[in-house]
């Protein structure tokens, strides 16, 4: 099969903590080959946005750490010791290609928020008409799983962000060179998967889990993140970093790496819907759930329960299988429970809408 990425016009290109990391910190050769690659998509007028792993690795080296950092507290300090340390290797590699960098560091709800992610959107724009690269990190001095915020891993970060600046491609460079049917450290059998059209179950059962000291991703992370970017229509590749020119190889449309395929783009909204994080759930009947599949709006006597804190507009779970935005917040629904619509203005303070969300606001999760 041949591939095309002659149209390709943005790309995200990711660097995993491990491609990076040496024994005495950062591997500066590998971290200027990958700003080499950076800048030969540059002088082929592609615009080039940057996610680089590797700030808590560097920081727990510099403080002679030898083992895996789990304490959430530790790994937050060695990430703001890392992280400046990390951009300036970057600054100087551009530099001496007369390039600028700069730094962007994100949490999920930077996304999640209409106005903090516009905010995003227009420095990222003007770094990119700048001709600056910008270089992305998740804010992990701040950003920690246990208060809800966290990406998890710089993997579906990049993702995320691939599919809010509507990249064409999504790059991820790492210590492999794709995905192999199992694990080619372990089993000479396996062998590397070039294309994948659909992601299903049969190619997460070829993932295995993160490798490595001081990163938080692995290859199914990896598969999540191309799902991610595929309802962007973002396609996405998994390629190995130590390969010379291997941007300017892939763009060629050589056959490196695993290649998983764009899918239809989504709009924005469906994508915005499908990536935030849910602030709560609203438990409905199966009379209402087959309303819901036959396009219709959900009305509070299809509401069964609710569980969470959430407001008016904030996205929500509908049971397992679907993520919404309702007109009302938690207590209003909870309220109205069960309750035919004329009696909404009876139960809440403001009617805002006879219904909880119109057929707009839902979109069905992909059970795979
Ligand atoms: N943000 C983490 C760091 O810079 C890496 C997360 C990951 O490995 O995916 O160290």
Redesign the pocket.
């Known amino acids: 099969m041949s591939r095309d990425f002659s149209h390709v016009r943005r790309m995200v290109v990711k660097v995993?903590?491990n491609l990076l990391s040496s024994p005495e910190g950062i591997n500066t050769r590998q971290l200027e080959m990958v700003v080499k690659n950076i800048v030969a998509m540059k002088e082929r007028g592609i615009q080039v946005l940057l996610v680089?792993?590797?700030?808590?690795?560097l920081g727990a080296r510099l403080l002679g750490r030898s083992t895996a950092v789990e304490r959430i507290r530790l790994r937050q300090a060695c990430?703001s010791i890392?992280?400046p340390l990390?951009m300036s290797h970057y600054r100087l590699a551009f530099k001496k290609h007369g390039l600028v960098c700069a730094q962007v560091l994100l949490t999920r709800s930077d996304l999640n928020e209409r106005k903090t992610f516009v905010n995003l959107k227009n420095a990222v724009e003007t770094l990119l008409d700048l001709g600056v690269i910008p270089i992305f990190?998740?804010n992990?001095v701040v950003s920690t799983a246990e208060i809800g915020t966290a990406f998890g891993?710089?993997?579906r970060?990049s993702a995320y962000v691939a599919s809010k600046i509507d990249a064409d491609l999504l790059v991820m460079l790492t210590d492999v060179d794709g995905l192999y049917t199992t694990n080619p450290k372990k089993d000479r059998e396996g062998h590397r998967i070039k294309e994948i059209d659909r992601i299903d179950q049969s190619i997460f059962n070829c993932a295995g889990e993160a490798g490595s000291l001081?990163?938080?991703?692995g290859m199914k992370?990896k598969i999540q993140a191309a799902q991610i970017a595929s309802k962007a229509g973002c396609a996405t590749l998994i390629a190995s970093g130590y390969e010379p020119e291997i941007l300017t190889r892939i763009i060629s449309g050589e056959q490196v790496g695993t290649h998983l395929c764009a899918d239809r783009r989504l709009s924005q909204r469906t994508r915005w819907i499908l990536n935030s994080s849910a602030k709560g759930v609203i438990h409905v009947d199966q009379g209402a759930l087959q309303a819901l599949h036959n396009h219709k709006s959900l009305l509070p006597s299809g509401v069964l329960a609710v569980e969470g804190v959430f407001k008016a507009g904030d996205v929500v779970l509908i049971n397992d299988t679907a993520k919404a935005v309702p007109y009302y917040n938690s207590v209003e629904i909870e309220a109205m429970a069960g309750h035919q619509s004329q009696e909404i203005p009876d139960l809440v303070e403001e009617a805002r809408s006879d219904v909880i969300f119109r057929p707009d606001d839902i979109v069905f999760l992909d059970k795979e």
Do not use: C, P, Y
């Open positions: 995993g903590t680089s792993s590797g700030a808590i690795g990430a890392g992280q990390l990190n998740e992990d891993d710089n993997d970060m001081f990163a938080s991703g992370t």
